[in-house]
């Protein structure tokens, strides 16, 4: 098993009825922003995380598709799950930046998914892609959010 504390708790949460309902709901807290589109986390590993979420009145925008903010906000936390279960204990991450293109209204349930490398976790700047799929698989949103990566004091 692995020393990360995220994925500790993770696979903790996976041994019990609803793990990744309490695992999201958990990891939402830390930023509760994240909660607002009630994401699930559906896989967590070194370097990859993949969430989804639900199409509902709360998410969408005028035109009854899925809000490009409710998308960018299921991207940067899969950004932070991956960063957060990826990084080295000697180094932290701060976020920089995004950039997103938007290429397809969003009209179902979104999956999100965020990756990294073992050449993300060096001092700098490193980028981390990610990609959003409606339900018939079609990416309605990709690019790549920007972490600082340093050295812990």
């Given at each position: 098993m692995t020393d990360n504390y995220?994925?500790?708790l993770y696979k903790k949460c996976l041994k019990y009825p609803g793990?990744?309902?309490l695992f999201s709901t958990m990891f939402a807290r830390k930023a509760p922003y994240f909660a607002t589109i009630k994401p699930r986390i559906q896989v967590l590993e070194p370097n990859f995380c993949q969430l989804t979420f639900k199409k509902r009145?709360?998410?969408q925008n005028h035109i009854g598709t899925v809000h490009a903010?409710?998308?960018?906000?299921g991207m940067e936390m899969a950004?932070?799950?991956v960063a957060?279960?990826?990084i080295p204990k000697h180094l932290r991450w701060l976020p920089k930046g995004m950039n997103v293109e938007y290429l397809a209204k969003t009209t179902s349930d979104v999956t999100i998914e965020a990756k990294a490398s073992e050449q993300t976790w060096h001092p700098g700047d490193q980028l981390i892609e990610?990609?959003?799929r409606r339900a018939d698989d079609t990416v309605v949103a990709k690019g790549h959010i920007?972490?600082?990566?340093?050295n812990k004091k």
């Amino acid at each position: 098993m692995t020393d990360n504390y995220l994925l500790r708790l993770y696979k903790k949460c996976l041994k019990y009825p609803g793990g990744r309902w309490l695992f999201s709901t958990m990891f939402a807290r830390k930023a509760p922003y994240f909660a607002t589109i009630k994401p699930r986390i559906q896989v967590l590993e070194p370097n990859f995380c993949q969430l989804t979420f639900k199409k509902r009145k709360a998410v969408q925008n005028h035109i009854g598709t899925v809000h490009a903010i409710a998308v960018c906000n299921g991207m940067e936390m899969a950004m932070g799950a991956v960063a957060e279960a990826s990084i080295p204990k000697h180094l932290r991450w701060l976020p920089k930046g995004m950039n997103v293109e938007y290429l397809a209204k969003t009209t179902s349930d979104v999956t999100i998914e965020a990756k990294a490398s073992e050449q993300t976790w060096h001092p700098g700047d490193q980028l981390i892609e990610v990609v959003a799929r409606r339900a018939d698989d079609t990416v309605v949103a990709k690019g790549h959010i920007t972490i600082y990566v340093s050295n812990k004091k």
